[in-house]
């Protein structure tokens, strides 16, 4: 029963994130930063509410590595949000599912892990994947992919800094540092450019920090009641949400060579998990 119910938290979950991200394409007319500050600011309602109502210390205890993780955080957020402008939705997300072979590698420097012979040869099929979506998909554009890949990139450096924090801290403070720097970066960034929005405009800006607070929770959820191994690959649905999205909401086009090597990334990715899951048995 926990199992099942696990699966359906994750599925909660990558829909939420899905949502949003066809969100952020939608709102192609409004700056990444401020897409940013009003994902960030939306979300710091939910964040602040729970540690108020639970009497957790807001600023929590290693101060250093909280706001570096913030750092690194609103900056894998911008450039991934940046890149949504730039290329298909379900690509942008494709690709920035990178990040844990990015986390892996890094991992190995600053955490002291190890990495299996047979997960290299898995790293080196997501990274076929993108070869094939960038010299073999003429539609992928390159300003695009170069922003997703740094996005990547640093949402590994993320995963390296949330590991070094370890459970020293409140889920919750985690998340509520990165929100409150990512608020107040969105809007700095965001000042000379500033458009007011329009209509419905408002509505899905808030619906951003929504769609992101549940998409964590039921996420976190799934995991607290569930095998790793057996919802970490569920994760990867997310994708298939958003590339249906891609397709109905924003007549996107997906070539065969862009399916092929969106499958390559999810499928060497989902490999990985498992692999790692047996190893670490």
């Given at each position: 029963?926990?199992a099942?119910?696990?699966?359906?938290?994750?599925?909660?979950?990558?829909?939420?994130?899905?949502?949003?991200?066809?969100?952020?394409?939608?709102?192609?007319n409004v700056?990444?930063?401020?897409?940013?500050?009003?994902?960030?600011?939306?979300?710091?309602?939910?964040t602040?509410t729970?540690?108020?109502?639970?009497?957790?210390?807001?600023l929590?205890?290693?101060?250093?590595?909280?706001?570096?993780?913030?750092?690194?955080?609103v900056?894998?957020?911008?450039?991934f949000?940046?890149?949504?402008?730039?290329?298909?939705?379900?690509?942008?997300v494709?690709?920035?599912?990178?990040?844990p072979?990015?986390a892996?590698?890094?991992?190995?420097f600053?955490?002291k892990?190890?990495?299996?012979?047979?997960?290299?040869?898995?790293?080196?099929m997501?990274?076929?994947?993108?070869?094939?979506?960038?010299?073999?998909?003429?539609?992928?554009?390159?300003?695009?992919?170069?922003?997703?890949?740094?996005?990547?990139i640093?949402?590994?450096?993320?995963?390296?800094?949330i590991s070094?924090?370890?459970?020293?801290?409140?889920p919750?403070?985690?998340v509520?540092?990165?929100?409150?720097?990512?608020?107040i970066?969105?809007?700095?960034?965001?000042?000379?450019?500033?458009?007011?929005?329009v209509g419905?405009?408002?509505?899905?800006?808030?619906?951003?920090?929504?769609?992101?607070?549940?998409?964590?929770?039921?996420?976190?959820k799934?995991?607290?009641?569930?095998?790793?191994?057996?919802?970490?690959?569920?994760?990867?649905?997310?994708v298939?949400?958003?590339?249906?999205?891609?397709?109905?909401?924003?007549d996107?086009?997906?070539?065969?060579?862009s399916?092929?090597?969106?499958?390559?990334?999810?499928?060497?990715?989902?490999?990985n998990?498992?692999?790692?899951?047996?190893?670490?048995?």
């Amino acid at each position: 029963m926990g199992a099942k119910k696990s699966i359906q938290y994750m599925l909660i979950s990558t829909f939420a994130f899905a949502c949003m991200n066809a969100t952020v394409k939608y709102l192609e007319n409004v700056s990444a930063y401020q897409i940013v500050f009003f994902r960030s600011a939306s979300s710091l309602i939910f964040t602040f509410t729970f540690l108020l109502k639970n009497n957790i210390p807001i600023l929590g205890n290693n101060k250093k590595l909280l706001i570096l993780r913030g750092v690194v955080g609103v900056t894998s957020m911008t450039l991934f949000f940046m890149s949504v402008k730039y290329l298909s939705v379900g690509t942008a997300v494709s690709l920035r599912y990178l990040a844990p072979i990015f986390a892996g590698i890094f991992a190995v420097f600053f955490l002291k892990e190890r990495i299996w012979p047979l997960q290299w040869l898995f790293f080196v099929m997501a990274f076929l994947g993108v070869l094939v979506l960038k010299g073999l998909d003429s539609q992928i554009n390159s300003t695009g992919l170069i922003l997703v890949i740094i996005a990547a990139i640093t949402s590994g450096l993320v995963y390296n800094i949330i590991s070094k924090i370890g459970k020293s801290e409140h889920p919750v403070v985690v998340v509520n540092y990165f929100m409150v720097i990512a608020t107040i970066t969105g809007l700095v960034l965001s000042l000379n450019s500033w458009v007011n929005p329009v209509g419905i405009e408002w509505v899905l800006l808030f619906s951003l920090g929504v769609f992101g607070y549940y998409g964590q929770v039921f996420m976190t959820k799934a995991f607290q009641n569930g095998k790793t191994d057996q919802i970490a690959p569920i994760k990867y649905v997310e994708v298939l949400f958003t590339v249906v999205f891609g397709l109905l909401l924003f007549d996107e086009i997906y070539s065969i060579w862009s399916l092929l090597g969106i499958s390559l990334i999810i499928g060497s990715l989902v490999l990985n998990v498992l692999y790692k899951s047996r190893k670490n048995a």
